[in-house]
């Protein structure tokens, strides 16, 4: 995966790191990299040799600053509704992803940044990290999903206090609130992030991806068809070689070798 202009993707243990690299606009995300940020999405979930992802932003100020405003600026009625799709449809594929994506936060994580974060499975943040969804300030509401997103991760009480006010958070009160699963120093965040993801790929790959789908899925649906679902996956598994490998090192008292089949 090479010849992006606004992205650099690094692979290295089955863990593909991509980076937003605009750092002379904050990262923002404008139509060419959001095209090809879902270009390498696509890319990680064919792969089989990939089997996690870490996305961050380039420099020390920002992950990703929101959208591009000077791009936003020139919408018309028609043309929003197609940014908002390209957004949604891209933070969609990562949400649904069965390989764990992780955000690794960087700087500033605002609008669209903050609702990239918000895509992503699990979120670390660095202390200099700060979240906000400003979109009100500029007579727009979020569109890349974080009304819908934001509080079905904190509340609703709390989403809305950020989205209408617009206010930022620091990384601190983000973990506080449960925007971020944890805040570490900045100069140990892709090590941190790096440790968490490895620590996943130790389970079975086939379980990972279906636990993904099991919870993400779930949470869109009533109880008793999450249920239903829950059930028809757990079953699933139990045909699969992971299986019987994963229960036999248990009861043997040995490593899993697990094989993704």
Do not use: W
Request: with cysteine; proline share 4%; hydrophobic share 45%.
């Amino acid at each position: 995966m090479r010849g992006f202009a606004n992205l650099s993707v690094e692979t290295s243990d089955g863990i593909a790191t991509v980076t937003v690299a605009r750092p002379e606009r904050l990262n923002a995300l404008d139509h060419d990299t959001l095209e090809e940020l879902e270009r390498v999405v696509a890319g990680i979930g064919e792969d089989p040799t990939i089997r996690a992802a870490i996305i961050t932003g380039s420099g020390e100020r920002a992950f990703v600053a929101g959208a591009d405003i000077a791009e936003l600026s020139r919408m018309t009625p028609l043309n929003g509704v197609e940014v908002s799709r390209l957004g949604q449809r891209v933070f969609r594929d990562i949400e649904l992803s069965r390989k764990p994506v992780v955000a690794a936060v960087n700087g500033f994580a605002l609008g669209g940044g903050c609702e990239l974060a918000l895509a992503c499975h699990l979120r670390i943040a660095a202390t200099t990290a700060r979240f906000g969804q400003p979109e009100v300030n500029l007579g727009l509401i979020p569109g890349y999903g974080g009304t819908v997103r934001l509080p079905r991760l904190v509340g609703k009480g709390r989403a809305l206090e950020l989205i209408l006010t617009g206010e930022m958070i620091s990384a601190e009160e983000a973990h506080r609130i449960g925007l971020v699963n944890r805040v570490v120093p900045a100069e140990s965040l892709l090590t941190e992030s790096r440790s968490l993801v490895q620590r996943i790929l130790a389970a079975g790959p086939l379980a990972v991806g279906l636990a993904l789908e099991s919870t993400t899925r779930g949470l869109e649906m009533p109880l008793d068809s999450a249920l239903s679902f829950e059930a028809n996956l757990f079953g699933l598994l139990a045909a699969t070689e992971d299986f019987r490998e994963g229960t036999s090192a248990f009861l043997e008292k040995r490593r899993a070798e697990f094989k993704g089949r």
